[in-house]
Each structure stands twice: as C-alpha cells, then as structure tokens.
C-alpha cells in the first residue's frame, strides 16, 4: 500500500497571521484540504495520516469530514521540530502497516501537488528504494560566509532544490528515525537531508515550480492565482 503522510505540525510565523498557514482559508478551503484532496482523489494512494499542530486536531477532523477527506486514517500529534513530527507520524503508521509499505511524506502547505508527481515519488521509489521531489536549480547560487556578500559562487548544473513528497519504505524509515537518534541527530530539516547524514544514497522524482510552499503572504497570492487559472483551463 502507499500512504500519504501529511505534515501539518508549523505555525506559520512568517505568514504574520494568528491561524497556521496550513489552516488558513483560500476560496472558502483550507489549505490542507486542497492537499488532502490531492491524495484523496489519487488512485494509488491507500490511507492518509496527518500529523498536525496541537489544539487543531478536532478542527482539522472536522474538516475532512466536512470534504469527504474518506482516506484520512489518523491525525497525530506533532512534535518540537519537523524531524520530531514525522518520526510521530511514521510510528504511528508502524502500528498499523506492513514494513514494504511506501510512505509519501509531505508537506500540508504544499497544496498544488499534482498527480504526475505522486506517481512519479510511488515510481522511483518502489524501484530505487526512495524518491526525492526535485526540481532543476535555475538561479545563480552564490556562497557567503558572513550573510551579507559572497567572493564564490556553486555551479547549478550541480543543483537540484527539493520539494515533497519524498518517500521510502515503512521499514526503511523506522530504521532511519531510529538510527538518526542513536547517533545524535535530532534536528534534520527534512527527511532527505536525514537520509543524506545517514550516509545514504538519495534518488530523484519528478518535481514541479508549480508544487510551492506557501510560507510567506506573496505565496498565498500565487497560490489564489494558480487555483483561477485551474479553474479557466478546466472551463474550455
């Protein structure tokens, strides 16, 4: 089975609102919900597990039921950081679900997800053991030191930015979680970079600049903008 695990443990100080990012309503919708009915709708995914902030978890409930979220297994606590909150997430699938299991680990404020790129991340994965949603770098990437100039620069060609859903093995990722906190690491940003100071080897999946994260209030314009021109394209 592949399962959606679905982050939605941030506050969203950046989004300078009282409400989490993910929370917050565009057209009458939460965020999450357009993420959640990304999965929903997806033929190949199985069940959906959200790890959400606390004091949220009977509002969000509430919602999926309100949208016929019908995939939605459980919603479990997050944790102090992003690696605290998966690891919450990916126990709790453990109790439930079989070792060979893929589990597709994204981000509830990335609601443009699309179904080519979950496919691709089920694709890459089950053949190659895990899968990266990537995108080309295509900016000039300068090196600094002190934060404020830059006397290098990274060649790009080098480049890949990442994106979610990125996804491994149930047991690939109880190991990993389990192994990162023997070894001291307890506050990797994501779970490719967890992987990658584990030593292991990481493969691409198909990414998208239209799979953006909604972090600042400009995002969320995007977003709006997105959605109208989903809307006029599935007009004609």
Known sequence: MNIALVIAGGSGQRMQQDIPKQFLSVNDKPVIIYTLEAFQRHPNIGAIVVVCIEGWQEILAAYCKQFGITKLESIVPGGPNGQDSIRNGIMDIATRHQDEDIILIHDAIRPM????????????????????????CTAAMLSTVDGESSTGMVPRDNLKTTQTPQAAS??????????????????SVATCTMFIELGETLYFSLGSEKNLKLTTPDDLEIFNALLISRKASWLH
């Open 170 to 187: 149930l047991g690939k990722l109880v190991w990993a979680h389990k192994e990162a906190l023997k070894r001291g690491i307890t506050a």
């Open 113 to 136: 997800v699309s179904e080519e790129i979950i496919s691709d991340c089920i694709r890459v994965a089950s053949t190659k053991g895990n899968a990266i949603s990537v995108v080309p």
